[in-house]
C-alpha cells in the first residue's frame, strides 16, 4: 500500500470515528443522515443555498453508508490478517515493536552490528506487508477506501459552496447552520459551546421561518 494511501487509511478510519459518534450522539438533531431519499423533492427552490443543503444532506448520507461499509471491511480484514509489525531487540536494549521500514531505519541508524537484525526484520515487514496487501485486494478494501476518500471529498466541497453561497431565505441560513451543526458536533462535544448556541439559533431560524412564510420548505421537512 502507498504512504497516500496509509495516510488516506488514517484520515478515513478517523472520519468514520467521528461520524459514529456523531450518529450515536446527536440523535434526533441532524436533518442530514434522513433526507437521502427526499433531497430532491423541492429542486425547484429559488434559494441556492437550500438547493446546496439538500445536496450536501444527501452526500453526507452516503457518506455514512459508505463508512460503515468500509468499517465492517477493516473487521473482516483485521480477522484475516496480523498487524504488519515485527520485534527488534536492540543490544542493551529493550524490545521495540516496528511498523515500518522508517521506524526500523530510525532505530537502528548506521550501526553496522546490526545489519543482520536489520535485514531480518525488512523482511518480516515485507512479507506482512504483501499479506496485507493480498488480503484487503481480496476483500475489497482499497476499492472501499477510494470511495470512501471520494465521499468525504464531495461533502467537503460541497460544505465550501455553502460557505461562498449567499442564502436567500431564512431556509436557507438554516440549511447552512445545520450542514455546520452537523460536521462540527461529529468533532467535538455538542454540548460544549458554540454548539448549542448555534443550535437554538438553527431552532429559532426553522420556527420563525415557518411562522412568516406557511408551508415554505425547511431542512428536516
Do not use: N
Not at 455553502?162 to 445545520?178: H, I
Request: glycine share 8%; net charge negative.
Amino acid at each position: 500500500m502507498a504512504d497516500s494511501d496509509r495516510s488516506t487509511s488514517l484520515f478515513c478510519v478517523t472520519r468514520r470515528m467521528a461520524l459514529a459518534g456523531w450518529v450515536v450522539g446527536a440523535g434526533g438533531w441532524a436533518f442530514g443522515g434522513a433526507v437521502s431519499a427526499r433531497a430532491g423533492a423541492s429542486d425547484a427552490t429559488p434559494d441556492p443555498a437550500l438547493r446546496l443543503w439538500r445536496d450536501w444532506a444527501a452526500a453526507h448520507a452516503r457518506t455514512q453508508q459508505v463508512c460503515r461499509r468500509q468499517q465492517a471491511l477493516e473487521c473482516a480484514l483485521a480477522e484475516r490478517v496480523d498487524f504488519v509489525d515485527t520485534v527488534v531487540r536492540v543490544p542493551g536494549g529493550a524490545e521495540t515493536v516496528i511498523c515500518s521500514v522508517e521506524a526500523l531505519d530510525r532505530l537502528i541508524g548506521t550501526r553496522t552490528d546490526m545489519v543482520a537484525v536489520r535485514a531480518r526484520a525488512a523482511a518480516e515487514l515485507a512479507a506482512r506487508q504483501a499479506s496485507f496487501e493480498a488480503a484487503a485486494t481480496e476483500i475489497g478494501y482499497f476499492e472501499g477506501l477510494r470511495a470512501e476518500r471520494a465521499a468525504f471529498a464531495q461533502v467537503e466541497a460541497l460544505l465550501e459552496a455553502l460557505a461562498t453561497t449567499p442564502a436567500v431565505s431564512l431556509a436557507g441560513v438554516a440549511g447552512k447552520l445545520d450542514a455546520v451543526l452537523c460536521e462540527g458536533e461529529a468533532w467535538e462535544d455538542c454540548a460544549a459551546f458554540p454548539w448549542p448556541q448555534i443550535r437554538a439559533a438553527r431552532d429559532d431560524l426553522f420556527r420563525i421561518g415557518r411562522q412568516l412564510t406557511p408551508g415554505a420548505a425547511f431542512p428536516g421537512d
